[in-house]
């Protein structure tokens, strides 16, 4: 159990337009999903935590009018960044985790590629 | 502030031989730890835990060990196999409100046939 899928795993998009990623829990349901962003060779960087049908919360400097987060069901997180630039760019992963337990469940990615 | 550290980016260990990374944390709210292996352009995958009331857990080939009064946790994998060769990422948690982690840099552990 505890399968997270991710889709798509790679877009390329023009400067400018807007790219929903979706993240699911297949086998479980999700109390909880984060939205992680990875630079290469570096660490996961935490973007945001989503509960179900209640607003996300941002880390600091994430900016969350570019960084839009949907949690509509316990099995669905989506991620939409609004406005793609270059700079957005990046290797997108979210997980889950189930009730009172501190494990996450990760997806495995999408790589963006914004032209 | 940099709350959980790998000081080593790699690792390389022969096959057959004990693979031991290590992580070190600041905070000590922390009361749980976690290990992930990562491969290039995957999500990382969960390898074991550990609560801040134990000082090991085993689970297979997997070891993690913590000293909360030093702060700092590590993973033994024995035998190392070359499947094993990934990113190894260690977390920290408080076990409470949103559980959010935090990672460390990742360790880059090469396994040598």
């Known amino acids: 159990g505890a399968v997270v899928s991710q889709h798509p795993s790679r877009v390329i998009c023009k400067s400018g337009t807007s790219v929903k990623i979706e993240c699911r829990s297949l086998?479980?349901?999700?109390?909880?999903m984060f939205w992680y962003r990875q630079f290469p060779k570096q660490s996961l960087m935490l973007m945001a935590t989503s509960n179900e049908g209640s607003k996300a919360t941002y880390e600091q400097g994430v900016e969350k009018d570019k960084f839009l987060i949907n949690h509509a069901s316990l099995t669905l997180s989506t991620l939409t960044v609004t406005s793609a630039h270059p700079e957005d760019s990046s290797f997108y992963i979210c997980?889950?985790?189930?009730?009172?337990?501190?494990?996450?469940?990760f997806g495995p990615g999408t790589r963006l590629t914004v032209l | 502030d940099q709350q959980v550290k790998q000081n080593s980016p790699s690792l390389s260990v022969q096959e057959g031989r004990i693979s031991i990374l290590n992580c070190d944390y600041t905070n000590s709210m922390f009361d749980y730890f976690l290990w992930y292996k990562k491969y290039p352009a995957e999500g990382p995958t969960f390898l074991i835990s550990i609560s801040s009331i134990k000082d090991k857990n085993e689970d297979g080939r997997f070891t993690v060990f913590l000293n909360k009064s030093a702060k700092h946790l590590s993973l033994h994998i024995v035998p190392s196999q070359p499947g094993d060769s990934a990113v190894y990422f260690c977390?920290?948690?408080?076990?409470?409100?949103?559980?959010?982690?935090?990672f460390g840099q990742g360790t880059r552990l090469t396994i040598n046939p």
């Open positions: 977390a920290a948690s408080v076990n409470q409100g949103a559980q959010k982690l935090v």
């Open positions: 997980s889950a985790k189930r009730g009172g337990s501190p494990e996450q469940f």
């Open positions: 086998d479980f349901q999700a109390t909880t």
